[in-house]
């Protein structure tokens, strides 16, 4: 598939374009992949024309790059130091190996085609495209968690620039302020009474020939936010307790302190707008925390695939499977 394929495959009511000819496929060697996809017209600073294969996205890419979306920092940076071994900060190809493998264990997703039941496809492992990415040509490089979570950020990046993109119709460099709402509850799970209620409090706040719109900065920003939610949840709460009430100022400033990004006050309003019920100027923490969240991980996780518990059950049966093979090196060096 194409990065479009793949924007479209997590983007819900999405279908792919009836006169693509998905019905049809086409048999080509790996020397001709780059001029096929010629047509994506990937730029070469792009994550996917960097990975290999003229951007088009393999099986096992598609799995690998799922659970980056949908695996917190946090949880990544800890599974890197479970197979740090030599606790030197990097990881190598085959112990990246393992970390992967215990994140896809660890993904919804990835758990759903752990036995290939569901596809007839296997995954395991990364592919070579990845690998020559991380640790070069010859496989001997190191991979530090700084920089495999730049590639996570790099990833999440060029998803939201591709979806700006496909909803800005007119080119103008600008979401009408309903086309970002809309895109903001994309993942809610709201009943349709409720969502169209919501988005036409929206419509009628900003009226779209003279309303300033939402541009690709402000995009960017406001979703660099939702990847520190969990954070922003925990400042949020503390202001809950204290007694003050969450408005424009305090989610700029909340904003600001956690995640390290500057808010536009036309963008805060728009988020206001869409989520004050009763038009006091206040937020309920509870509902805009768990919509955010839902957002950042674009539906991709359950709430209970992401206990703490689970990865390190995970990451300590991946450790034992690993020991006889590590034990096994260790002799025969001797």
Partial sequence: MTPQDFLRSISPGEKQPEHLGLDQFLSI????VNSVTALEDLDPESVFYQLGAGGLISFSDYIFLLTVLSTSRRHFQIAFKMFDLNGDGNVDAEEFDRVTELMKQHSSTGARHRDHGNTGSSYKGVCSGLKTYFFGDDLQGNLTVDRFLEFQSSLQTEILALEFRRNDTNNSGRLAEKEFADLLIAYAGFQPNKRAK????VRKAFDEETSPGVGLTD???FYQVLYSINEIDTALQFYHIAGA????????????TVAHV????HLV???????DTDGDGKLSNKEFV????????????????MGISRIFSCAIKCANDCKPAIMGGVKKTE
Avoid: C, W
């Avoid at 060697?29 to 001709?32: C, G, M, T, V």
């Avoid at 919501?198 to 409090?201: D, E, G, T």
């Avoid at 500057?262 to 006050?265: A, P, T």
């Fill in 290 to 305: 768990s919509v955010m969240k839902q957002r950042a991980m674009r539906g991709l996780e359950k709430p209970k695939d």
């Fill in 245 to 256: 009430p969450i408005e424009r100022h305090t989610m700029k400033h909340v904003a600001k």
């Fill in 198 to 201: 919501m988005l036409r409090r």
């Fill in 219 to 221: 995009y960017l920003n």
């Fill in 262 to 265: 500057e808010l536009s006050d």
């Fill in 29 to 32: 060697s790996e020397a001709k």
């Fill in 269 to 275: 309003d728009v988020v206001f707008t869409l989520f």
